[in-house]
């Protein structure tokens, strides 16, 4: 079965830390889409990143990184030097590459508070 | 831009009402997704449809239905609205194209239910 573990229920920081979430998922797939979203208070997930499979190759987007090992099964995303504004709950997902539809496997998300 | 639009922010309603929650995008893609998230469960998926008048259940589909007359529009009904119905609901759509965006799915602002 596909499955996606966020360990991390509630990380706080001081502002201009670095935080890592972790994300590790499970999937009998060789073909796969991992993505993380960000659900800021006013509710709607917004879309961070998509990465496929085949391609492992660690991103960097400003001041965030992804780190993708499919020999740990894990897709952990990193925020460098964070900022209040990246309070939010941010959800990693695992998608199901089955017809046409590409369900999305959600984790239990992490809720992220970054303090003054 | 994708734009994924919900009727109501916040909704109340009393047991036993019939509840219709309204969602339309305007990217032309072909599925369409309805979630509820509730507070340590993550997204759970309700209904998907992958075309115009074409459903399935996803993994909590008792007592919510669903329609997509138009390509644009999906709507989930509560029947006859419960307690334990009280819940985010958060719409999500897709391409089915191949390509950089498969399997992205993009969401919108949610609507806050509560059921009295």
């Known amino acids: 079965a596909q499955k996606v573990t966020q360990a991390q229920t509630e990380i706080s920081v001081v502002e201009k830390e670095d935080v890592t979430l972790d994300c590790v998922y499970e999937?009998?797939?060789?073909?796969?889409?991992l993505f993380w979203y960000k659900q800021p208070p006013s509710g709607e997930l917004v879309f961070l990143i998509r990465?496929?499979?085949?391609?492992?190759q660690n991103e960097i987007s400003g001041r965030y990184s992804w780190n993708f090992q499919k020999s740990t099964s894990s897709f952990n995303f990193t925020i460098t030097a964070s900022q209040v504004v990246d309070s939010a709950v941010y959800f990693c997902?695992?998608?199901?590459?089955?017809?046409?539809?590409?369900?999305?496997?959600f984790g239990t998300g992490t809720l992220l508070a970054v303090q003054p | 831009d994708v734009k994924v639009t919900q009727s109501s922010r916040y909704l109340v309603k009393r047991t036993g009402e019939k509840v219709f929650l309204e969602c339309v995008q305007d990217?032309?893609?072909?599925?369409m997704f309805w979630y509820r998230q509730d507070p340590g469960l993550g997204l759970r998926l309700i209904y998907f449809?992958?075309?115009?008048?074409?459903?399935e259940k996803g993994d909590i589909p008792e007592g919510y239905s669903v329609s997509r007359e138009k390509k644009e529009r999906f709507s989930l009904i509560l029947e006859s609205a419960s307690t334990n119905q009280t819940s985010m609901y958060l719409c999500?759509?897709?391409?089915?194209?191949?390509?950089?965006?498969?399997?992205?799915?993009?969401f919108g602002p949610g609507t806050r239910l509560l059921v009295l």
């Open positions: 999937t009998r797939d060789t073909t796969y889409y």
């Open positions: 449809s992958y075309d115009v008048k074409m459903k």
């Open positions: 990217m032309d893609h072909e599925n």
């Open positions: 990465r496929n499979s085949f391609d492992e």
């Open positions: 997902a695992l998608s199901e590459l089955g017809g046409a539809t590409n369900k999305l496997i």
């Open positions: 999500a759509s897709s391409s089915q194209l191949t390509g950089w965006e498969l399997g992205t799915q993009y």
